[in-house]
């Protein structure tokens, strides 16, 4: 019976954008995939009367922040960071996030990009030190320069600031390494030249916490190879109570809505888009919204329809 509730209340909302909700959703910086990515979303939910308010930061570190501290809804952030902060909080508050964060879809890996100057090639398995840029402190991208120089026996030297500032010091010869984690192809590493990418070798470490993948010049023209590298799982998430009322049915809307509109996103959106398994789901961590809205939709298939038949043009 609250199946059939659920259905009768997400076929109102999308067939009639008369909520006016507005909420936050924390993404990154303006030029990478997160934020395209929620653009992208909040252009689907803005049809259906959720006015998504895309917020750029710092990345994921930034994000998870915004959540515990109510200064957003939704964020998008890479699970190696969730699972670092997670642990700090846990041990210097006692506060459980893994009770408190719950995720709304798990989207698709970001790819670790470890760029330098084609014009300086360098020995990176056979020197020791680097000097590094990974974008502001704090960022994904910093944590996952962290785990790498763990992983490979490295001493990573940092400079903090922006992505663009990092590319420009690495062509001046300042830095060594710049290491970018994120969606490829990244809209920031697109057209550019001069740059090449460090390849990372298999290690058992690496596989215990990331999935092994390749960056090759079907993503950026300027590269002559395929590069093997890691990627980390990325998600959409909220701290928004598992509680009945209007703000738990918002979550499943906007997990339908973004489930509904699969087939515009993978033709027109972000390339992301087609490795994200739309429904895909882990119980123990999700949503209770998001099963009801993955329940709608196979009752939905059940009766010889698609969810994606609702998706509002």
């Not at 994904?140 to 500032?165: M, N, R, V």
Request: include cysteine; glycine fraction near 8%; proline fraction near 3%.
């Amino acid at each position: 019976m609250k199946v059939w509730l659920y259905i009768g209340l997400l076929l109102g909302v999308l067939s009639s954008p008369a909520l006016a909700i507005e909420m936050r959703l924390m993404t990154g910086d303006d030029q990478g995939t997160y934020y395209q990515i929620g653009r992208e979303i909040a252009e689907q939910t803005e049809k259906v009367g959720i006015t998504l308010k895309v917020l750029p930061s710092e990345g994921s570190w930034a994000n998870i922040t915004a959540l515990v501290n109510s200064d957003a809804e939704f964020a998008i952030f890479q699970l190696d960071a969730y699972l670092k902060a997670a642990r700090n909080y846990y041990r210097n508050t006692d506060r459980n996030l893994d009770e408190e964060i719950k995720l709304v879809m798990s989207l698709y890996h970001d790819e670790i990009h470890v760029v330098t100057a084609k014009d300086r090639p360098l020995d990176f398995l056979g020197d020791t030190s680097f000097r590094v840029g990974c974008g502001p402190v704090n960022s994904g991208s910093c944590l996952s320069a962290d785990i790498i120089a763990s992983f490979y026996d490295k001493k990573f030297s940092y400079a903090y600031g922006s992505y663009e500032q990092a590319l420009a010091d690495l062509r001046r010869g300042k830095l060594d390494l710049v290491v970018i984690t994120g969606g490829k192809p990244l809209k920031l590493l697109s057209g550019q030249t001069g740059l090449d990418l460090v390849e990372l070798p298999r290690t058992e470490k690496a596989a215990l916490v990331y999935l092994p993948t390749t960056i090759t010049s079907a993503d950026y023209a300027w590269l002559d190879r395929p590069v093997k590298t890691y990627g980390v799982r990325t998600v959409l998430a909220t701290m928004i109570q598992e509680q009945e009322g209007l703000a738990n049915d918002l979550v499943g809307t906007v997990h339908f809505t973004i489930m509904a509109n699969e087939r515009r996103l993978k033709k027109e959106g972000h390339p992301k888009w087609k490795d994200v398994l739309f429904n895909g789901f882990n119980e123990s961590v999700a949503h209770v919204s998001v099963l009801n809205s993955l329940r709608a939709c196979n009752v939905i298939k059940s009766y010889g329809y698609d969810c994606t038949d609702l998706a509002r043009e």
